[in-house]
């Protein structure tokens, strides 16, 4: 009996060191941390663009990666643009295309987890002072409201102004936000049109301040006004800052895809509960409105998709001469190896 006993014993430690020896690498896999404390630039936070951001950021799972991040906020995703630039962000949540711009300036930066499938930006008209707005031609010569000039949500203005044949230099851009000063701005008249995010302009379009023109916060729509998929909010950053720092980019998927893994099941009480209570704009039933609206747009995995960047080059295109997709290298604008990863990880 003591001999069997001792060769079970030697088959079950056996068992567990072999175990252990296919765990060991997985669990290695992702390795130190090169930097533990990351500094994240956004433009406009509380919109829903950024929710799986601020969920991440709410549930603790950066946190969980062993990471330190401090977000900085900024008026649009330009500015935040600037603060990569400017080397005072190591990380940028912003939109997408932001890559592509940049790569046609020669400057590369690079995609490496996504959070939303679709803008989620719509573009709107000023009841108030285009009562009798017909078509996009009544914009010209007119103010036109966007989170910052050189955003995601001018980006979008442009493309539709260009449909109509009108330039961006026949309109004026106003800078603001995604908040409560973008309502601000627009139901007091400052503005006569506003391309902008949620839950900004379903509030808007609910009280009946606005008129929607273009609607990017669907998939449909998405297809509707790009004749494709187009990506949207993604976490991007130097491409030498991605080579040199591969574990802590991992981890910053990690969080991301973690979140949006939460937001497939999360109820309209779980939404609420963990975002700050400003990001409601002192409306909860209009906020939940809002994300009822967008939340397809969310991101489900954290993964680009290919047909996505051809979309997003050929937007740009279209209103901008200096982006040229022949000379555009879409394959260097992001990569997928972080997020199939963390997709893999969180069975997301």
Not at 57 to 71: C, H, P, R, S, V
Request: aromatic share 6%; with cysteine.
């Amino acid at each position: 009996m003591t001999i069997i006993t001792l060769n079970r014993r030697t088959f079950v430690s056996a068992a567990a060191l072999a175990a252990a020896s296919i765990a060991a690498p997985a669990l290695r896999a992702q390795g130190k941390l090169e930097r533990s404390k990351i500094s994240i630039a956004v433009g406009g936070k509380a919109a829903f663009y950024y929710l799986p951001l601020t969920i991440s950021e709410q549930l603790g799972y950066f946190k969980a990666e062993g990471l330190d991040i401090e977000i900085s906020d900024f008026a649009g995703g330009a500015k935040a643009l600037q603060a990569l630039i400017g080397g005072s962000a190591d990380v940028v949540a912003g939109a997408y295309e932001h890559t592509i711009n940049m790569q046609s300036k020669n400057q590369r930066i690079e995609s490496f987890v996504l959070q939303g499938r679709a803008p989620q930006i719509a573009m709107g008209v000023s009841t108030k002072t285009l009562p009798r707005y017909q078509t996009l031609a009544d914009l010209r010569g007119k103010k036109i409201g966007v989170s910052a000039p050189g955003s995601s949500t001018n980006m979008i203005a442009n493309m539709v102004l260009a449909r109509a044949g009108i330039k961006g230099s026949e309109v004026s851009w106003v800078g603001v936000g995604t908040a409560a000063g973008a309502l601000t701005a627009l139901r007091s008249g400052q503005i006569d049109a506003m391309s902008n995010t949620d839950p900004v302009m379903t509030m808007l379009e609910q009280k009946g301040d606005v008129k929607i023109i273009s609607d990017t916060r669907t998939l449909k729509g998405t297809q509707d006004v790009f004749g494709g998929p187009m990506p949207a909010a993604c976490l991007y950053a130097h491409t030498e800052f991605v080579q040199r720092n591969p574990n802590t980019c991992q981890a910053l998927a990690n969080a991301i895809v973690h979140g949006l893994k939460w937001l497939q099941t999360a109820g309209p009480s779980d939404i609420i509960k963990t975002v700050p209570e400003s990001y409601l704009l002192g409306d909860r039933a209009l906020y939940l409105a809002s994300f009822n609206k967008v939340r397809e747009a969310i991101s489900l995995d954290g993964v680009m998709p290919e047909d996505g960047a051809r979309t997003a080059v050929k937007a740009l295109a279209s209103f901008d001469p200096s982006v040229r997709p022949e000379k555009i290298d879409l394959a260097k604008t992001y990569t997928n190896d972080f997020a199939r990863r963390a997709k893999d990880r969180f069975k997301a």
